[in-house]
């Protein structure tokens, strides 16, 4: 029978500010003895990681792992305080464990995968992992996002890793051609969203409202120029046609040789295979994006150091 309430997990978490189901199992471990329960989560770096939570973690790395069999994939990103820390060892190797955590996970949510057994070490949560490196270096460290891809069918993932991490892509192909004569059109696919950000695969997949909204401010947009409303028609979707070759990844120039749109790429790949290939899905991360930084001025910051100094 537990020796404590709800109402002492609920002051636990008040006081140290360390997740629910943490808090819980430090009352379990210490038999509901309170001040042992904050010494538990102490000794875990919990405590001293929830006074860390109101920071901006803005930096960090993206990190994309893919199964062996090329048909299980998960794309993270793990977000820091400083970029010195996100190129540190212990931070990197943190990310790495996080990643191959997700691939043998079925968790659908960060909440989830953070209360979730390390797959490792079972005597610790990811969370508490997360813990025990924000008291180890120093900073937050953050579970931001992840995205995990596993085949259904016949294909493949591909993945491709920018400027050690701060970009990151999978990409899923779906055909009854080898893995291995995919693998090379996979990974260019990967390069090419990685630098041209498409939205979405292909022009059905662009959502109608966001459609009809490009649509009602192109029209705008000639009317502001002075154009005849008997040509406004055309010249907007002349302009969604550019739209397209912006947002739909299969309607996009392609960067190795742009005179080829990526269709063309895809097809031409076809013909030599004699293999249909369609591109199912597909997802981009970049490192600290909607993020709103903390801009330090060290000068200022200096400055007013030095004015405090006797």
Do not use: W
Not at 51 to 66: D, I, N, Q, Y
Not at 69 to 87: L, M, P, Q, S, Y
Not at 272 to 288: A, D, N
């Amino acid at each position: 029978m537990a020796n404590f309430t709800n109402q002492d997990v609920m002051k636990l978490r008040e006081q140290t500010g360390v997740g629910m189901m943490d808090c819980k199992k430090a009352l379990v471990e210490t038999d509901g003895n309170f001040e042992e329960a904050i010494k538990y989560l102490r000794e875990k770096g919990m405590a001293s990681a929830a006074k860390k939570a109101s920071r901006v973690a803005a930096e960090g790395l993206v990190k994309c792992v893919v199964s062996s069999d090329k048909r299980t994939a998960v794309a993270v990103e793990i977000n820091c305080e400083t970029d010195f820390v996100a190129r540190s060892d212990q931070f990197i190797a943190l990310v790495d464990n996080i990643a191959n955590h997700l691939l043998h996970s079925d968790a659908s949510s960060v909440e989830a995968v953070l209360e979730e057994p390390y797959y490792a070490d079972a005597s610790k949560t990811v969370n508490v992992l997360i813990a025990e490196a924000t008291a180890a270096i120093g900073e937050k460290i953050s579970l931001r996002r992840f995205t995990k891809f596993q085949l259904a069918q016949n294909g493949v993932i591909s993945s491709y890793i920018h400027m050690g991490g701060k970009i990151g892509v999978l990409a899923e192909l779906v055909s009854d051609a080898e893995q291995a004569d995919l693998q090379e059109l996979a990974f260019n696919l990967c390069m090419q969203i990685a630098a041209s950000k498409p939205q979405v695969v292909n022009i059905a997949d662009v959502d109608a409202s966001q459609l009809e909204s490009e649509r009602e401010i192109l029209t705008v947009q000639a009317r502001n120029e002075g154009k005849p409303e008997a040509v406004i028609g055309k010249m907007v979707e002349g302009r969604i046609h550019k739209y397209y070759k912006e947002v739909c990844l299969l309607e996009q120039e392609y960067v190795r040789e742009p005179s080829l749109s990526v269709k063309q790429v895809i097809a031409d790949v076809e013909k030599q295979l004699g293999k249909s290939i369609v591109v199912t899905r597909f997802v981009r991360y970049e490192m600290g994006e909607g993020i709103e930084k903390r801009v330090d001025n060290f000068a200022d910051e200096i400055a007013e150091q030095l004015k405090n100094i006797k």
